[in-house]
Each structure stands twice: as C-alpha cells, then as structure tokens.
C-alpha cells in the first residue's frame, strides 16, 4: 500500500487549487497549524490571487475560531453548520454561507453531497501495526473519507489514542504533516448560586439507571455535580467533559443498566483540560463514535430511560425555545440539540429536559417569554418535556396550552410573572376574537 508523502504545512496550500471544495475538520481536531498556514499563505492558496476555493467545517461555538474568513486566504469561501461571533459574522467583505442542519443531517449531508476535492484533518502518529486513531475528536470524520480526493493529516503527537476511539490505516492519508501541538483546552467554570439551584430542580427529575446526555459549561458542570448520589447512570453524549471524570471515578456513571453499549460511556467529542484529555487516552470504557451513531434516531431510541438536558437562549409560553438567535443575531445553530431532545421523546422512559436561568443580562430580561424574538424557532413545542429554571421545574407532556403557560410563568423570575400573564391572557383574547 502506499504510505502518504510527508510535507510542511506550508506546503499544502500548493495543494488547494482554484475552484476546489475542502473539508476541514473541527472540534478540538481542528488541524491549527495546517489553518494557520493558510492564513499566512501570501495571495491565496497556492498563490492564485481572489480565486475561489470553498470550505466547509462544522465550526463549533467556544471551542473553534482559527478557520475564520478573516485568517484565510484571498478567494476563501467559507460554508459552516454552525454561525458564531468567533468566525466573524457580519464581515462583509469575507462572506460565509451559513447550512442549518442538525447534526445528524450534517453527518448525512457530508457523506451524500458532491465529493470534496480534499480533507483535513487530524490524527494520532500510526501504531505499531500502522493505524492513526481519531483520537478524542471523532464525530465526523469518517463521513467523509470515502468521500473525498486527497486526505491530508497532521499527525499529532499531542492527540490521545483513547483503546475504544476509531482508527484509520496510515494507507489512508495521502499527505502527513507531523505536528507536536497541545489541544486547545478549557478550564472548568465554577456553577454559581442560580446554576446550582437549577441543577438540584434537574437532579431531581433524574432517576437512577438513567443514560444522560448533556453539554459543557456552568449549567451542566452545576448539573452533573448534584448527580453525585445517583446510582447506575449511563452517560452517552455527543460532548464529554472534565466534569463527568468524577462521576465515573467515583462509581455513578458506571453504564450497566444501559440497554446498549452496557458499561461503555459514548461520546464523540471531548473538551476539557490538558489533564482530562490524558486520563481518556486510558480509559477503555470511553468510545468515540461519529455522529451517525451518537445522534441517531435509531440509536438514542434504543437506550432505555434516556435523559436530553440541554438548554437555550429563551422560550416561549406555548414552549417553543430558540437556541440560535440573541438580538436578531445567529450566535450558534441546532446542533445536536434536535437529535437528543426527539431521541429522548423516542426513548422508553426517556425524558426531554430544557434547562436556563430564568433571566439574561443581568437580570433585566426575562428568558421565558410571552413570543420568541426571532422566527426561527429551534424546538417545536412537541419535542420538550420539561422546562427547568431556578424556581421550579414546568412538566409540559401531555398539558393543554394553558395548563403549559401556567406551568411556565410559574417558574420565570417573580418580577415578570405579572407581564407575562397579562400577555398570555391578552393573546388568548384577540384569538377568541379572531375567531
């Protein structure tokens, strides 16, 4: 088989030519230094001036920024599933066209579309019987490996080799660029006094054997934290982070009442410490998987008692959310928020749980609210169970639409409950007199 050519990462903008589609991966495999050469390419990739090349990642708010329009080449045309204040949206003079997809569709997507002329990504150094792990950053990657020309990969040295992650044959690669860059890395925020209040109302909706799945930040680092003494939980997730360590050390997440994967805790992405990021290299009971795994339908129904928590920037009294608008700006996407929250509502026993503070931007609006303030409305009002805030939780299943808006002014911030019912009840009235 042939082995790939080894080069410099700033030789691989002589590779990209007019008019080609390129993949680049992100996540916390995002290839920085191959990015970051193309940044410094002077007059475009390959040095062709304004000609167009188009890129397409699936850049994730918080964790990815270096494929940006502004550090690219002359000519780049970005495509992302995901809209974020880190790629310079609103820069006019570097475009970027904007897919919204859920993730599960973004994986489709990728595997079915026109083939890309070439992939960049990262992976581990090859074994000893010649195969590069993925590493801790799965998630699309194999969705577009058969899909694709020429495949060009840093192989970083840096990049854990967890035993249950996938591997692909060093034969694979067409050209290497050997790398010894850390991972970016995030610090754990301590929860405050709202996200622990909120975390103790989730925990209680929580019963022991559940699998969970749930995100990263204050919110869900406050969360996984009041589980401390559950017993039996399951853990799969299309993130893992440093807060989950202690669950699984300590014997709560241990996954033997899951109806598959039993004792393994899935994900497809960490993001956390450098010192997380070391212990997964060890840790066999940790499988990265790909997204037409870890989000699928088919999949997430299969698990028994399978928990969605995830949150969003505001939601309505009918209990429509929107998780991508903030003062008629897109500052992130669907995501994998769709996938989990319908997989949970397929799940047996399964729960769809919201999660938010009651309030934003100080305490000087409200996050439940009379109409969303954008159109684009991210969960429909069938695909959530539960809404949770600080002061209570709202159970939404099987409610009349009154009996929801009850439910969700009762737990909004004290200060807006008389507002918000006095929208409700002033909406309700114009459509009795509409009819």
Not at 359 to 376: D, E, F, G, K, N
Request: glycine content about 8%; proline content about 5%; some cysteine.
């Amino acid at each position: 088989m042939a082995m790939p050519e080894t080069i410099k990462s700033s030789d691989v903008r002589r590779l990209i030519r007019p008019g080609h589609r390129v993949f680049v991966q992100a996540g916390i495999g995002e290839p920085r230094a191959i990015i970051e050469a193309l940044a410094g390419a002077s007059g475009g990739a390959g040095d062709h001036g304004d000609a167009a090349v188009d890129y397409l990642t699936v850049s994730i708010p918080g964790i990815n920024s270096a494929l940006a329009p502004r550090h690219l080449h002359r000519g780049a045309h970005l495509h992302t599933t995901f809209l974020h204040p880190g790629l310079g949206v609103g820069d006019t003079r570097r475009p970027i066209s904007f897919l919204p997809m859920h993730y599960r569709d973004t994986y489709r997507y990728l595997q079915s579309s026109e083939r890309f002329d070439i992939a960049v990504i990262q992976v581990t150094p090859p074994d000893a019987e010649g195969f590069c792990s993925l590493g801790i950053s799965v998630d699309f990657v194999p969705a577009i490996l058969d899909s694709c020309d020429i495949v060009i990969a840093e192989l970083n040295s840096q990049m854990p080799a967890p035993p249950d992650s996938l591997k692909i044959p060093l034969s694979t690669i067409h050209y290497r660029v050997d790398v010894d860059h850390p991972l970016p890395c995030s610090q754990a925020a301590e929860p405050g006094k709202t996200e622990l209040a909120i975390a103790r109302n989730v925990a209680g909706l929580i019963d022991d054997d559940s699998c969970i799945q749930i995100g990263i930040g204050k919110l869900p680092g406050g969360i996984l934290k009041e589980l401390s003494g559950h017993r039996r939980l399951g853990l799969h997730s299309g993130l893992v982070s440093d807060a989950a360590q202690h669950l699984i050390e300590s014997g709560v997440i241990t996954g033997e009442s899951k109806t598959i994967d039993r004792r393994s805790h899935v994900t497809g992405l960490a993001w956390g410490s450098a010192a997380f990021y070391r212990w997964l290299g060890d840790r066999p009971d940790i499988a990265f998987r790909p997204v037409d795994y870890t989000h699928d339908l088919r999949t997430l129904s299969a698990i028994d008692q399978f928990v969605s928590i995830n949150s969003v920037i505001e939601i309505d009294l009918q209990g429509q959310a929107n998780a991508e608008v903030m003062n008629s700006q897109q500052v992130s996407a669907t995501g994998g928020l769709v996938d989990f929250a319908r997989g949970a509502r397929a799940s047996h026993g399964g729960k769809s749980i919201i999660a938010l503070p009651a309030t934003a931007m100080r305490s000087t609006r409200s996050r439940i609210v009379s109409q969303l303030s954008t159109r684009m409305v991210t969960l429909c009002r069938a695909d959530v169970d539960y809404v949770v805030t600080e002061y209570g939780c709202a159970s939404l299943f099987g409610q009349s639409v009154q009996a929801r808006a009850t439910s969700l002014v009762a737990i909004a911030a004290p200060e807006f409950r008389d507002q918000l019912w006095q929208d409700w009840e002033n909406t309700q009235s114009k459509r009795v007199q509409a009819e």
